[in-house]
């Protein structure tokens, strides 16, 4: 399949999606949206792609929202929220889909970019990368999950911060305060990024997918409900046929041969 926004590949377990409109520092256009959602389905479907990395490219990962494309557009009260909706469900298409997806970020991740990250399981930043939330500085707020997500990932106080004055912060900062999971030279992000994903990918499939739901469940969750479901992901797993296996080979002091069942 053909796509106008974005480039995809895959190789060796790994789905690799480039947001690809340089010229709007990938802006997140409506068509951008709608291929995005287009290859995540594609991606479900095979069995082959075990990891996912969402980048830009070197220059830039996202400048946010196209608001060129917006800005001429008109709307109610009522439909505005049905539209947030529509863009929630996406965003959270993303954070929950059942394959582990790393953002590797370059440049500019600001705005819908920064919110675009943020529902990625890890983040990988090049020494350039700069993140922010600058909605308040045009008159709105990040409505596509960076007033939810943000604070749960970098804490309430930092948060806050970033929201209300719509300042960057760079890679270091984003490291510093938990936003990042590591700080790399741009010539190394895609390298980093693949060299994260091998190693989730030579673990067997089923408790990193089911690692991924007691995780973004549990968040959801007050304390006793997520350990319960904690228990619940425990016992799904105690008779796989990968954690008799796993069990198996450490006995044996062997490498385990796993099968994703």
């Known amino acids: 399949m053909t796509y106008e926004t974005l480039l995809y590949e895959k190789a060796d377990g790994i789905g690799l999606v480039t947001l690809n409109r340089p010229e709007r ?17 594609v991606m479900e479907k095979d069995d082959e792609v075990k990891v996912v990395i969402l980048t830009g490219g ?17 709307t109610t009260q009522p439909a505005y929220y049905f539209i947030q ?24 991740a600001v705005g819908g970019g920064c919110e675009l990250s943020l ?9 350039t990368a700069r993140f922010g939330v600058p909605e308040v500085k045009i008159g709105v707020i990040p409505a596509a ?18 929201l209300y004055t719509g300042d960057f912060i760079d890679a270091q900062e984003a490291y510093r305060v ?12 895609l390298d980093a990024a693949k060299a994260m994903a091998g190693k989730l990918i030579a ?21 006793a409900s997520a350990l319960d479901y904690e228990s619940y992901i ?28």
């Not at 796993?246 to 099968?259: C, D, I, L, M």
């Open 85 to 108: 909706q529509k863009t929630h469900q996406f965003f959270t298409r993303i954070e929950n889909f059942e394959k582990v997806v790393i953002a590797a970020v370059s440049g500019v």
């Open 145 to 162: 999950g960076g007033t939810q997500r943000l604070p749960r990932i970098i804490g309430v106080t930092k948060a806050k911060e970033l």
């Open 119 to 127: 529902v990625c399981d890890l983040r990988i930043a090049s020494e």
């Open 203 to 223: 673990n067997p499939p089923l408790p990193v997918k089911f690692l991924k739901r007691a995780v973004n469940t549990g968040m959801q969750l007050d304390l």
């Open 234 to 261: 425990a016992a799904m797993l105690a008779c796989s046929e990968d954690r008799i296996e796993g069990f198996k080979a450490f006995v044996e002091k062997r490498k385990p041969v796993f099968k994703g069942c």
């Open 178 to 189: 938990g936003l990042v999971n590591r700080v790399v030279p741009v010539e190394e992000l």
């Open 58 to 74: 070197p220059k830039a990962f996202s400048a946010g929202a196209d608001i060129k494309e917006r800005s001429t557009q008109t």
């Open 25 to 41: 520092l990938n802006a997140l256009s409506y068509k951008m949206r709608e291929e995005l959602a287009a290859v995540f389905d």
